[in-house]
Nanobody, 124 residues
Framework: QVQLAESGGGLVQAGGSLRLSCAASGRTLRGYSVGWFRRAPGKEREFVAA????????YYADSVAGRFTISREDAKNTVFLQMNSVAPEDTAVYYC?????????????????WGKGTQVTVSS
């Protein structure tokens, strides 16, 4: 099993930037697809971004495309989410996600492993 721990959340002004990190332990992330989800107050959890292991293809939600960048450093067993030009609607708890199989279904419901989340608050 893999354990995931997010960090880097906090309070940021609209238009600013923030970089989230997700450190994995228990096993290597090699062979696993990885991604980020978020849950805003009063809303359901939603997909943000993901990297498919097999193809290396990267996916973004329309709401963050062009502003957020997902990346991974397997040597450090870490996944990142660079958030630029943030807006108040990006306020949410952000969750790291990982698993062996990524599909259209997992881009909605998530893969096998989850972190506990990190709070991001964007002030206007």
């Amino acid at each position: 099993q893999v354990q995931l721990a997010e960090s880097g959340g906090g309070l940021v002004q609209a238009g600013g930037s923030l970089r989230l990190s997700c450190a994995a332990s228990g096993r290597t992330l090699r062979g696993y697809s990885v991604g980020w989800f978020r849950r805003a107050p009063g809303k359901e959890r939603e997909f943000v971004a993901a990297i498919a292991w097999a193809s290396g293809r990267i996916y973004y939600a329309d709401s963050v495309a062009g502003r957020f960048t997902i990346s991974r450093e397997d040597a450090k067993n870490t996944v990142f989410l660079q958030m630029n030009s943030v807006a108040p609607e990006d306020t949410a708890v952000y969750y790291c996600n990982a698993g062996e199989h990524m599909s259209a279904a997992t881009m909605k419901d998530g893969m096998d492993y989850w972190g506990k989340g990190t709070q991001v608050t964007v002030s206007s």
